[in-house]
């Protein structure tokens, strides 16, 4: 098995995937419904929108090959902890979905599930990717 990816390789990648789904999601999503007030019922129908947009992002491209943009950009992947494998669609989707949770439940689950890699030994794991049974390593 390869090292586990850097917790800067692995931040940078979410960010750029998160702000081009944000871009891309409330651009779309302007267009269509207009401009919300993110006080309001439609501005919390924007935000779950863009947290399902972003499901269905991240559980597509892990299921291609182990790669969203953002990981692509910064040379990691996805693979299965037991074989190094990319991870089948069952396992990208469950990790997909167990990041997204943070989205729907609770911001301190998130937070929880994205700080988890910085004590979790040996594979530097998220709870996402312990769910998923999913390591992220470098592609070199």
Known sequence: MPRPAGSGWRLLARVVDSLLVGFVGSLVLWTVLGFPD????????????????????????LSRDGQTVGKKLVRIRVAML?????????AAWLR?????????????????????????????????DKAARTVVVPTD
């Open 82 to 90: 037991a074989d190094g494998s990319s991870p089948p669609a069952s």
């Open 96 to 128: 997909a979905g167990v990041y997204s949770l943070g989205a729907w439940v609770c911001c301190i689950f998130w937070l929880l599930d994205v700080l988890w890699h910085l004590w979790d030994k040996p594979y530097r794991q998220c709870l996402h």
């Open 38 to 61: 993110y006080g309001s019922a439609p501005g919390l129908l924007y935000s779950g929108l863009v947290a399902l947009l972003y499901l269905v992002y991240e559980g597509v491209m």
